[in-house]
């Protein structure tokens, strides 16, 4: 694992000690309040997500990218997402905006600078027919 994979947001100081959430806590964070939003079909991991899907693993961080700032006070948001078709996709990436950035406060008090959505991909949905077709012999 690469050393900036372990990098983590100080977040008090106390008598009793430091609280520490680490990057990957962030990114689920994030993760789980973007594919909240309507509109959002998936997160696009790339190779890398898709392999630990197929293994059956679920990646909740994936297509998402945390950069702490050096105070440890501050962080940026970089998501990937597909969005699913109908939708208009800059009210889409705005609420994603709204939803992480809400999530990422409230949950860890960082403040979030900046929330930039990649769209990468359209989603269809599966038109099924209301009556199964017979089969031919």
């Known amino acids: 694992m690469a050393i900036n994979s372990v990098v983590k947001a100080e977040l008090e100081s106390g008598e009793m000690g430091t609280t520490q959430i680490a990057n990957d806590v962030i990114a689920v964070i994030a993760g789980l309040a973007a594919t909240e939003v309507r509109g959002v079909s998936d997160m696009s991991g790339g190779l890398a997500g898709g392999i630990a899907e197929r293994l059956g693993r679920k990646n909740l961080s994936k297509g998402v990218k945390v950069d702490v700032s050096p105070d440890e006070r501050q962080c940026t948001i970089d998501l990937s997402i597909i969005a699913e078709y109908g939708y208009r996709i800059p009210e889409v990436a ?22 930039n959505v990649n769209v990468l991909g359209i989603a269809f949905k599966e038109e099924h027919d209301e009556e199964p077709k017979e089969r031919v012999r």
């Open 94 to 115: 705005s609420d994603i905006q709204e939803s992480v950035k809400r999530a990422i406060e409230g949950m860890t008090g960082l403040e979030v600078t900046a929330v």
